[in-house]
């Protein structure tokens, strides 16, 4: 019995030192380091990063490994410590056309300024176990060429012609040639470059102070920049399906990846002693634009949408389904009809959230049981009544009480 | 809770004030759901976090602090809250319901009356009455502000049509002032009485749903009900195993697997204090205090 118990305190007391202790599994396996985690478990820690909305890896790191690798409760514990840290300032947007640039893909155009660049991708893997990785490592062939942090496959702007043909625009892995990280400056979003001709609605651009759902509760309508806080710490499943609904019609929107880029981008604050934005560091994000179906008015030529999906580290699968999600719940703005789940602002928005969800779905395990008894005294009640009548009516069923 | 040292009662002062607005709010309105910017609590939402906030809000030194689950001290999530406030606050606490200050609760009204100066505060995990017949908000919020409660009526009619009765037995729907339907949180409707005329200040909070309300003292809480079907607290017509009390609720145990129960006082400390008075258990009925093995049965006590 684990309530109506004495004892209660100490069972609990217990079952954290098992915790900990199936936790650190057998002792005879070197215990894991949080170097290790945020260095070979990169994408779990960017994921932790992203929703625990904290740009810290070791923290992310620490949080998975006490969390036994559970994300979801890796993401809490992230979350639960970023509550508590004090605010200095808000930092200017960031400017991710001036990326760092380490993975650069569109799958609307062929080239484009900048080229294509794979970077460290799963895509184009045969998803064939390698039992290589099994044993103890060998060599350190997997290490980038004498410290390069990024693999760069095409050539535009490192001194070629922009002409050259570059060899990933094929896509094709036989193609890859670790060369140096990119270092070009020009790397124009796709956006951008359809939007100097008026093809894409343009970028909202506003200098209202953004929202803060961990600030001020969400309240509807929502407006778009909450909308993507909310997503941008969304739980990646169920913005995965929500996007995927809309692939297959439930709130259709003819989504192309205009662009999906991943690299460093520096974050600066406006400080009003010296009167500039200064320097706080630099930020690994993924960004995903969408350019969506088209709409036009009788007053209004047809240009194509925005759908904006931002994760931080490389998340590509969290940034493309935000980006879904985004463009779908855009529809009120857009004057489409909302019939889809992902369109409809406040089912999204107040089930995004996978540690609000957990707990709610979780908490199922604490005792109910003042609750059940008198759901278990009710229908006992009911049960005799319905006895009673049954038997006075001959299998009449229940009586018609307030006919 | 090793590393960082935390403010008093975990939350920062800012945060506090900014609940306390809500709570002043929540007060001056009776029973009306005030938003509020629910934190991250370092224990799960569902876990009684909005119920943690307003308790760390409103706590000060001299506080004792008693903190129930099911109207018990000893479950797991009364347990881990009281540790908790231990731990931030340094409070005293205590399971005695006259002694304390503040009585931060889940599912359960304390059977001993409230008295003036006392604050109950209890965990709401859906604070909107009105959610199971409408999920939006938007709407909801519309229909409390027009007092557009017919829905609920409606809903209390079919379970009479249906069942013969209304078929709630918990988080009964009460309205708070002649003004606000308001949710009860999921205690019994045995308990609903109790919120009536109460001379403690009742507070709710919902962490996840970032919602706090209230029912100041001697506030009219009327739970809903028709002129023909009068509204009816539902107890289990037995007496508790330990103490015998006749008028408490009661919490059922299986005792084994051939049918056999008992039936024991859901208010620990209700129950304890009766038997520190000398009302035993029934004659029929060998206890251990359920202190170890959980609670034998007592034949006289199955129904």
Not at chain 1, 159 to 179: F, Y
Not at chain 2, 179 to 189: A, E, F, I, L, Q
């Amino acid at each position: 019995m684990y309530v109506a118990v004495k004892g209660g305190e100490r069972a609990i007391e217990n079952a954290h030192a098992l915790l900990a202790a199936v936790r650190r599994g057998n002792p005879w396996v070197p215990e894991l380091g949080i170097d290790q985690i945020s260095e070979q478990l990169t994408l779990a820690v960017d994921r932790v990063m992203s929703e625990g909305s904290l740009y810290d890896r070791e923290l992310a790191a620490l949080a998975i490994k006490q969390a036994r690798g559970d994300l979801i409760e890796a993401i809490f514990l992230v979350r639960a410590y970023r509550t508590t840290l004090r605010r200095f300032g808000t930092a200017a947007p960031l400017d991710t056309a001036a990326m760092d640039i380490r993975r650069r893909i569109s799958a609307t155009f062929k080239d484009l300024p900048g080229g294509q660049v794979l970077g460290p991708t799963f895509d184009y893997t045969y998803r064939l176990l390698d039992h290589g990785l099994a044993g103890p490592a060998t060599q350190v062939s997997a290490s980038l060429p004498e410290g390069q942090k990024s693999i760069r496959i095409d050539g535009p702007g490192r001194g070629d012609s922009p002409s050259t043909p570059s060899p990933c625009r094929e896509g094709l892995p036989d193609a890859l040639s670790p060369l140096a990280p990119c270092e070009i400056a020009a790397f124009p979003r796709v956006t951008d470059l359809l939007a100097n001709d008026d093809l894409i609605e343009p970028s909202p651009i506003s200098e209202a102070q953004a929202g803060d759902l961990t600030r001020e509760p969400l309240s509807f309508p929502a407006g778009r920049d909450v909308r993507l806080q909310n997503l941008a710490r969304g739980d990646e499943g169920f913005l995965l399906a929500l996007g995927y609904s809309t692939q297959r019609g439930y709130g259709r929107t003819h989504p192309f990846a205009g662009e999906i880029r991943f690299g460093e981008v520096e974050v600066e604050m406006f400080a009003e002693e010296v009167g500039f934005a200064i320097p706080l560091g630099r930020v690994a994000v993924t960004e995903c634009q969408s350019i969506n179906q088209f709409r036009g008015t009788a007053t209004q030529a047809p240009r194509f949408t925005r759908g904006y999906g931002l994760a931080f580290g490389q998340c590509e699968r969290k940034a493309i389904a935000m980006a879904l999600v985004d463009r779908a719940l855009r529809a009120h703005d857009l004057g489409e009809e909302i019939k889809a789940p992902a369109q409809d602002e406040e089912f999204v928005l107040s089930h995004s959230d996978n540690v609000q969800a957990t707990g709610f779905v979780e908490h199922l395990k604490l005792p109910h049981y003042v609750d059940f008894q008198s759901e278990l005294g009710l229908v006992r009640r009911l049960r005799e009544s319905f006895a009673a009548s049954s038997g006075r009516e001959r299998g009449v069923g229940i009586a018609e009480v307030a006919e | 809770m090793n590393g960082p040292a935390y403010n008093f009662a975990y939350l920062d002062e800012q945060t506090k004030r900014m609940i306390r607005r809500a709570i002043l709010k929540a007060i001056a309105i009776p029973g009306y759901q005030v938003p509020f910017a629910s934190r991250e609590m370092p224990m799960p939402y569902g876990w009684g976090t909005g119920g943690v906030q307003v308790t760390a809000s409103i706590l000060g030194p001299d506080d004792i602090l008693k903190v129930i689950d099911q109207g018990s001290d000893d479950t797991i999530n009364a347990v881990s809250i009281r540790k908790f406030f231990v731990k931030t606050a340094g409070v005293r606490t205590t399971t005695t319901t006259v002694e304390a200050t503040v009585i931060q609760t889940r599912h359960r009204i304390p059977e001993t009356a409230l008295h003036e100066g006392q604050i109950l505060v209890f965990q709401v995990p859906i604070p909107e009455p009105l959610r199971f017949l409408e999920p939006r908000e938007t709407e909801t919020r519309r229909m409390h502000a027009l007092q557009e409660y017919g829905l609920m009526h409606v809903k209390l009619y079919e379970d009479i049509s249906r069942h013969g009765e209304i078929a709630t037995s918990y988080a009964y729907p009460v309205k708070v002032d002649g003004r606000y339907v308001m949710d009860p949180s999921p205690t019994p409707k045995f308990d609903n009485p109790k919120m009536n005329d109460c001379p403690a200040l009742q507070l709710f909070g919902a962490g996840r749903e970032k919602r706090i309300y209230a029912i100041p003292p001697y506030t009219q809480v009327v739970s809903l009900d028709f002129e023909d079907h009068p509204f009816a607290p539902y107890r289990f017509d037995g007496t508790c195993a330990l103490c015998s009390a006749t008028d408490s609720y009661l919490d059922e145990v299986i005792t084994d697997d051939r049918g056999s129960r008992m039936f024991v006082c859901s208010d620990t400390d209700h129950c304890a204090t009766r038997r520190t008075h000398g009302h035993g258990a029934s004659s029929l009925c060998p206890q251990d205090e359920g202190e170890k093995n959980g609670l034998r049965a007592g034949p006289g006590a199955a129904p």
